[in-house]
């Protein structure tokens, strides 16, 4: 049984008469995951692979096409929504949301050929026997290698290289849903910050270790972490706007930020230790404080210090 359809069965057993919109990664985007999710008759929103169907559309929707100020939807982000078949075997036909996000490409694209130029020098000379190299990095690179399998040249395949430019930025998702491509925009955008959280919750506060020296340790350790996800989670809720604004933004990130809010000891009273920033100023106003607020606290650490 595939691993979506096993999810699916134990959701089912916790709440038998499940009415939800399943949100899928790249990972699940198979025909018969998407045909067991139909005959469940479950609306989904599934991130797609590169495919037939990929390949013909970001033909017809080359960047210059794409890019048009009638495709705009949000910041750097443009798209657009068709409707067609996606599986080669299926004549299902769903609605697929296109999307071209420009902001990074260049870098994107830089840092790609500088990887593997990097790997073309540093793979001469390596044994490949088994083939394991070529099969990881054959996509782009060209070998040649000896009598001995010892790899004598490695070149980056142009071809190879221009390909991936043409698709770098591009990316699609597939539903059985007509929906709004803003709302589609929205919704994934909205499933990237749960997976965060739940990263999050499992490194950042330390709930996926378990080794402790007593059970007390054990069950403090765990009653710590759950604080520390419920803090994050109120977090992340105040600053949903602004992470959804934002891309690169998380509630690491604006933790991390508001931390450099210090204050400092001089003659025996705590104060600000540098002034706020532009960006302070406004992560603290998603949480309804001001600059005054901050000295109001302040001011209350030195009265209790001071007793």
Not at 49 to 62: E, G, V
Not at 82 to 97: E, G, L, P, R
Request: aromatic fraction near 12%; include cysteine.
């Amino acid at each position: 049984m595939e691993h979506c359809n096993l999810v699916i069965e134990k959701i089912k057993k916790i709440k038998s008469e499940l009415n939800a919109s399943i949100i899928l990664d790249r990972g699940y985007f198979s025909q018969k995951n998407v045909e067991f999710l139909l005959k469940n008759k479950f609306d989904f929103v599934c991130m797609g692979k590169t495919n037939k169907t990929f390949n013909n559309l970001i033909t017809k929707y080359n960047v210059s096409e794409i890019s048009k100020t009638k495709h705009w939807i949000v910041d750097s982000t443009y798209g657009v929504k068709v409707k067609d078949k996606v599986f080669s075997t299926s004549n299902d036909n769903f609605y697929i949301y296109l999307f071209y996000d420009s902001s990074d490409v260049s870098e994107i694209i830089s840092n790609k050929i500088s990887t593997y130029n990097y790997y073309s020098t540093m793979l001469i000379g390596k044994l490949d026997k088994d083939g394991h190299i070529r099969n990881t990095y054959g996509k782009i690179l060209d070998f040649e290698i000896d009598e001995n399998y010892i790899i004598t040249k490695a070149t980056i395949n142009n071809e190879a290289m221009d390909a991936y430019k043409e698709s770098c930025g591009y990316y699609y998702l597939i539903s059985n849903e007509d929906l709004e491509i803003n709302e589609v925009v929205k919704i994934y955008r909205y499933r990237d910050i749960i997976e965060k959280q739940m990263k999050y919750n499992k490194t950042g506060c330390d709930l996926n270790k378990t080794y402790s020296q007593s059970d007390k340790v054990f069950c403090s350790k765990r009653f710590m972490g759950f604080i520390a996800s419920i803090i994050r989670t109120c977090v992340i809720l105040k600053a949903k706007s602004y992470m959804l604004q934002y891309n690169s933004e998380t509630s690491q990130t604006i933790l991390k930020e508001l931390d450099k809010i210090r204050v400092e000891k001089i003659a025996g009273e705590y104060i600000l230790k540098n002034p706020l920033t532009s960006k302070q100023k406004q992560l603290l106003s998603l949480f309804s404080l001001t600059i005054e607020d901050v000295k109001k606290i302040n001011k209350q650490i030195n009265e209790c210090l001071s007793l």
